[in-house]
């Protein structure tokens, strides 16, 4: 089991910037593949930035590439996102998430998530 615990969401001007972050504890950090998603009112959950184990990889959706940055720190159980240029559109209830393996921008490939934390962008 993993626990997962977002933080560092809030309110925003467009234009602003937010780091986030995701807390976990349980079984071995490194061992997995985080992923952040987000949902906004009466949306689906999408894919949002994913990092791979390894620290070697990142991916991001083509609607913040450009943006923002996540990253982890495997000594501290801890992965974030920062976010940078912030829109209106960004608005949104965002959670990370633990994958063991598979494809990284599905919500289905991941198998912990957190309560997710609420970011507002004002216009």
């Known amino acids: 089991q993993v626990r997962l615990v977002e933080s560092g969401g809030g309110l925003v001007q467009a234009g602003g910037s937010l780091r986030l972050s995701c807390a976990a504890s349980?079984?071995?950090?490194?061992?997995?593949?985080m992923g952040w998603f987000r949902q906004a009112p009466g949306k689906e959950r999408e894919f949002v930035a994913a990092?791979?184990?390894?620290?070697?990889?990142?991916y991001y959706a083509d609607s913040v590439k450009g943006r923002v940055t996540i990253s982890r720190d495997n000594a501290k159980n801890t992965m974030y996102l920062q976010m940078n240029s912030l829109k209106f559109e960004d608005t949104a209830v965002y959670y990370c998430?633990?994958?063991?393996?598979?494809?990284?921008?599905?919500?289905?490939?991941?198998?912990?998530w957190g309560q997710g934390t609420q970011v507002t962008v004002s216009s």
């Open positions: 349980g079984r071995t950090f490194s061992n997995y593949a």
């Open positions: 990092i791979s184990r390894s620290y070697g990889s990142t």
């Open positions: 998430a633990a994958a063991y393996a598979g494809n990284y921008r599905a919500v289905g490939t991941y198998d912990y």
